[in-house]
């Protein structure tokens, strides 16, 4: 698997309006894209920090991921995002080694990514996710 570089980190949030402020207004950085995919049941914000993204993670319904995340664990880091090339064989590649997939096959994720999850299990605690660019 040839990972390029850290394509995002994935944050909870418990209100996506009262988060964006805290990112623009303390930290100054500027959102640049708003996004629901409905799939996932959550609602995304993105702010661009050098080469790497942030993304908020509000959830839209208390049943989603997100939503089930916070409940147990609370707001906080979620996951971290490693653009690859070659998705579909960077999964196969990493079964092959024993991690354990969320994803058997690439799914589509916000700003027009294909996208994956391992397992924590199997990541050593940290939810992991692989993009890929489509376009690219």
Do not use: W
């Not at 653009?83 to 058997?104: H, Y």
């Amino acid at each position: 698997m040839k990972a390029t570089h850290i394509e995002h980190l994935g944050i909870a949030v418990a209100n996506l309006e009262e988060s964006i402020k805290y990112y623009e207004e303390v930290l100054g950085f500027k959102c640049y894209s708003i996004e629901e995919v409905k799939d996932q049941k959550v609602k995304t914000a993105f702010f661009k920090v050098g080469q790497t993204k942030i993304e908020l993670l509000e959830s839209t319904s208390p049943d989603g991921p997100i939503g089930k995340f916070i409940e147990k664990k609370g707001q906080g880091i979620h996951h971290i995002a490693f653009a690859v090339e070659g998705l579909q064989g960077a999964l196969n590649e990493v079964k092959e080694k024993g991690v354990r997939l969320i994803d058997e096959a690439p799914r589509p994720g916000a700003e027009g990514l294909n996208i994956a999850f391992l397992h924590p299990k199997s990541t050593h605690g940290v939810l992991t996710e692989l993009c890929e660019d489509p376009n690219n």
